[in-house]
């Protein structure tokens, strides 16, 4: 089986920056695909970053020049630095990881539970 945990949010105000985590532990062979998403109240939950397998990085315009993604794979977690947060980033981000538990296996897309960022003015 394999667990995401996400860490890293909080309140902040305005301006301010804040470093997500998701640590992928189990049983883990490869990572394929990374990202982040977010969900605000009311509405649907949409990419915020995210990392292909082939190493291509997206990001959604509202972020650009404001966030990074970045992986580490000696220890399966995904982080997503943000910075100058505004509060139309209020929301609760999850990762979702591509992994696959053996060299032969289909990949599966796992989600975690989420990790609640609040941006006051």
């Known amino acids: 089986q394999v667990q995401l945990v996400e860490s890293g949010g909080g309140l902040v105000q305005a301006g301010g920056s804040l470093r997500l985590s998701c640590a992928a532990t189990?049983?883990?062979?490869?990572?394929?695909?990374v990202g982040w998403y977010r969900q605000a109240p009311g509405k649907e939950r949409g990419l915020v970053a995210g990392?292909?397998?082939?190493?291509?990085?997206k990001y959604v315009d509202s972020v650009k020049g404001r966030s990074t993604i970045t992986r580490n794979n000696a220890n399966n977690t995904v982080y997503l630095q943000m910075n100058s947060l505004k509060p139309e980033d209020t929301a609760t981000y999850y990762c979702?990881?591509?992994?696959?538990?053996?060299?032969?296996?289909?990949?599966?897309?796992?989600w975690g539970k989420g990790t609640l960022v609040t941006v006051s003015s």
């Open positions: 979702n990881l591509i992994i696959r538990d053996s060299k032969w296996a289909s990949a599966m897309s796992y």
């Open positions: 990392i292909s397998s082939g190493g291509n990085i």
């Open positions: 189990g049983s883990i062979f490869s990572i394929d695909a």
